[in-house]
């Protein structure tokens, strides 16, 4: 059987777009320029946003927002020089920053996901390539609850950046750190919440008490009703998502 051309081309159409919202729906299609990585499907961290996903052109400021890792944080971990603007620069940069460090050591992208998941506690297989500066090390043993499996490799791939000299002139992106982005993380107040649409009832649901003040942060109530926040943040997130 023949087809015209101008049938087979409204066909190719409708199998390329159909397959393009089915994987929207999926959450599995994402743009080249989307800075939001993929939820984690299965394991104990189900819901949480997978480090592993972080790409080259991820801003630090995008990484402190997802994750709720202070600027401060990161900019300390990895050692950014003082006029380098922390919320702007991206991953890929860490490589220029970095490397003189010969072939065999690498601090770049891979190194920013491994820290985010250690500092986050979200199940991640270590990689032996990547590398780490004594700093982030320190911050992770101080900040993390890390196995001695962990704390092995973190001592064997950390690597003293003390004595390298930056001169490096790094090209800033459009900003794209955005202080109004429906995201929960240690800031978020209940108030937050309901303005971006969940009920008083579903948060009474996920947090299984009717009664909270709205102004307080979904991190401090947590706190001081022994919650876990990570389990809570990944509950109430999907229900602003599916907003």
Not at 11 to 40: C, H, M, Q, Y
Not at 86 to 111: P, Q
Not at 206 to 212: A, S
Request: aromatic share 10%; hydrophobic share 40%.
């Amino acid at each position: 059987m023949k087809l015209q051309s101008k049938t087979l081309g409204v066909i190719i159409l409708v199998i390329l777009f159909g397959g393009i919202f089915g994987s929207s729906a999926l959450d599995l299609w994402k743009t080249e320029s989307s800075r939001v990585p993929n939820r984690l499907q299965e394991g104990e961290a189900v819901g949480e946003y997978n480090p592993g996903d972080i790409r080259g052109s991820y801003q630090f400021g995008n990484i402190s927002d997802l994750f709720d890792i202070p600027l401060d944080v990161l900019s300390n971990a990895f050692g950014l020089p003082p006029d380098v603007d922390t919320a702007s620069f991206v991953c890929r940069d860490l490589e220029m920053l970095y490397g003189e460090l010969g072939d065999e050591i690498e601090i770049g992208t891979g190194s920013v996901k491994l820290f985010v998941a250690l500092y986050s506690g979200i199940p991640y297989e270590l990689p032996e390539d990547d590398y780490l500066t004594e700093q982030a090390v320190e911050i992770l043993k101080n900040h993390a609850s890390l196995t001695e499996e962990q704390i092995v490799f973190l001592d064997a791939h950390a690597i003293d950046v003390s004595g390298i000299q930056h001169d490096i002139e790094f090209e800033v992106e459009e900003e794209t750190h955005d202080e109004g982005a429906k995201i929960v993380r240690g800031q978020t107040t209940f108030a937050n919440l309901l303005d971006w649409g969940v009920s008083e009832e579903m948060i009474a649901s996920i947090i299984g008490d009717e009664i909270f003040n709205p102004l307080s942060k979904v991190r401090d109530y947590c706190d001081e009703n022994g919650l876990e926040f990570s389990t809570i943040k990944a509950a109430f997130q999907a229900e602003v998502d599916s907003q």
